[in-house]
């Protein structure tokens, strides 16, 4: 389920997210709400997710909080999740959140789909 901020790709048993513009409000909820169908019973379930981040700019307290709940959802489930192309921005406000040792951080979309594997 693609929208217009968040365009939806599979590698392997991967879902990967190229989350289209900042990362605030609405987008944010889209991507939670993407997140939360590919893991619901009923269809083919993933539970390995790459959130490319490499054309976001900006992310807001929202954006924190979705990466939070999506990081959680998915740990329950036995999941994954990491985080390609992360600009030094929002690389910092990782760390200053204290959310920076949930997530691999990659900065290559095959080393992040081989560290999903």
């Known amino acids: 389920m693609s929208t217009p901020d968040v365009s939806v790709r599979k590698k392997h048993d991967i879902v990967i997210l190229d989350i289209k513009k900042s990362m605030v409000g609405?987008?944010?909820?889209?991507?939670?709400?993407?997140?939360?169908?590919?893991?619901?019973?009923g269809g083919q379930i993933c539970l390995k997710f790459?959130?490319?981040?490499?054309?976001?700019?900006?992310?807001d307290s929202t954006g924190f909080g979705v990466l939070a709940r999506i990081y959680g959802l998915l740990l329950e489930k036995g999941g994954k999740i990491a985080l390609?192309?992360?600009?030094?921005?929002?690389?910092?406000?990782l760390v200053i959140t204290k959310?920076?040792?949930?997530?691999?951080?990659?900065?290559d979309e095959e080393e992040a789909i081989y560290g999903m594997l």
Request: proline fraction near 2%.
């Open 99 to 107: 959310l920076d040792g949930l997530f691999n951080r990659y900065q």
């Open 26 to 41: 609405n987008v944010s909820s889209q991507l939670g709400s993407i997140v939360e169908e590919e893991t619901a019973p």
């Open 84 to 93: 390609l192309k992360a600009n030094k921005n929002i690389e910092n406000l």
């Open 50 to 59: 790459i959130l490319n981040l490499e054309d976001v700019r900006v992310m």
